[in-house]
Nanobody, 126 residues
Framework: VQLQASGGGLVQAGGSLRHSCAAS????????MGWFRQAPGKDREFVAA????????YYADSVKGRFTISRDNAKNTVYLQMNSLKPEDTAVYYCAASKNLWTPVVVTTTPWYDYWGQGTLVTVSS
């Protein structure tokens, strides 16, 4: 699976952005998808994850209520809608895919994912 992310950019605090991550291959619907981010000088951290069907989602506390993960299996694409952005949301954002079965909490860990897209930079100005 190859993942191609897009949607980064510069936005003012309080604004919105939407990330997209398009996957190659015909088995996209069998992958759990996740979004992670890495701020300068910090470790990569979990943002959100979504199950195969899209029926189950999981969010980091820091983005809950502001970010929404969704997927369109017909388009092989996962999305991250980011609203009410804050300067602390500034980071490089990565999408990731896992062949594993959905497992609560474990979906937040980077080793659980098999494939990673290239990062896209989001900068939120105050």
């Amino acid at each position: 699976v190859q993942l191609q992310a897009s949607g980064g950019g510069l936005v003012q605090a309080g604004g919105s952005l939407r990330h997209s991550c398009a996957a190659s291959g015909r088995t996209f619907s069998r992958y759990v998808m996740g979004w992670f981010r890495q701020a300068p000088g910090k470790d990569r951290e979990f943002v959100a994850a979504i199950s195969w069907s899209g029926g189950t989602t999981y969010y980091a506390d820091s983005v809950k209520g502001r970010f929404t993960i969704s997927r369109d299996n017909a388009k092989n694409t996962v999305y991250l809608q980011m609203n009410s952005l804050k300067p602390e949301d500034t980071a490089v954002y990565y999408c990731a895919a896992s062949k594993n079965l959905w497992t609560p909490v474990v979906v937040t860990t980077t080793p659980w994912y098999d494939y990673w897209g290239q990062g896209t930079l989001v900068t939120v100005s105050s």
